[in-house]
């Protein structure tokens, strides 16, 4: 891996994957990812997510920083706490936590998620 890297974010198309119908709690959601870096001990992983509206309960795969580019979500963490977040704003998600994920619009996000034991996405 080189020591700096540039991506062109607009040129990374996500690619689309199938949710497990038992994860999702309303809507049709519609998911894509697509990973622009990788760590060479695979503990982190950069890249970006994109959703249509729906609501979805997943674990986190790791503690995630992810910095919203367009549309809105609302997630609501197993402690109960709630973050809402729209372009421009950034929130944190620690590992092992079970969280809703509420797509009120059309979503685009960057993302970073790291796991000591390493991310599979």
Request: glycine share 8%.
């Amino acid at each position: 891996m080189k020591n700096a890297t540039q991506y062109n974010l607009d040129d990374a198309v996500p690619v689309p994957y199938e949710l497990d119908p038992e994860t999702v709690l309303e809507g049709d959601p519609k998911q894509a990812v697509v990973v622009l870096s990788r760590s060479e001990d695979g503990t982190t992983v950069s890249g970006i997510f994109t959703s249509t509206p729906g609501t979805v309960r997943v674990p986190q795969a790791g503690d995630e920083w992810t910095v919203v580019r367009k549309g809105r979500l609302r997630v609501t963490s197993e402690d109960g706490s709630v973050v809402d977040c729209g372009p421009g704003q950034m929130m944190m998600l620690k590992r092992d936590t079970s969280a809703t994920f509420e797509v009120l619009e059309e979503l685009e996000d960057y993302f970073v998620i790291h796991h000591p034991d390493g991310v599979e996405l």
